[in-house]
């Protein structure tokens, strides 16, 4: 993973996925952005936790990726999970709606609501390289979701004091 360079807060998301469509269709019954802020000893733990589940997401998103270049069924799409970065070093991790993957660069919108990177906003584009990619998930019209192994992780991840 990067170098940790970062100063207080960094916010982590948790299946930050809005339902603000826009050529992404989402469930209504996709769960709602959780964050909360780290500190850089914090963010060190946390990427220690994830670092299995981040391997294990990189392992398996060339199946997630055959699928998206296939063509994914009505009402599917594709996220993957970048940690962005602003111009004072402060780092979040956010979901990119994924429109294009094409010689190791994943190109898409930013679809999470940012509370600390200030040089992104909700739907700007983005792209970065494969290699870059701490997780993936495909969400399903009815909710459910293939993948997010990082997220759901954190969904028991308790922050160390």
Do not use: C, H
């Not at 360079?5 to 769960?31: G, I």
């Amino acid at each position: 993973m990067t170098s940790l360079k970062l100063f207080p807060p960094l916010v982590v998301a948790v299946f930050a996925v809005s339902a603000m469509a826009q050529n992404t269709e989402l469930s209504r019954r996709v769960p709602p952005d959780i964050s909360t802020s780290v500190t850089p000893e914090q963010l060190k733990a946390l990427d220690e936790a994830i670092k299995p589940y981040v391997e294990q997401a990189r392992k398996t998103f060339p199946g997630a990726k055959a699928r998206f270049l296939a063509g994914l069924q009505k009402g599917q799409s594709l996220f993957v999970t970048a940690r962005l970065y602003d111009e004072r070093g402060r780092s979040e991790l956010a979901f990119i709606s994924v429109t294009r993957l094409e010689g190791g660069i994943v190109e898409g919108r930013i679809w999470s609501n940012l509370n600390v990177v200030t040089t992104y906003r909700l739907r700007d584009r983005y792209a970065f390289t494969e290699a870059d990619m701490v997780d993936w998930v495909i969400a399903y019209p009815d909710g459910t979701e293939e993948g997010n192994l990082v997220g759901k992780s954190l969904d028991s991840y308790r922050v160390p004091k």
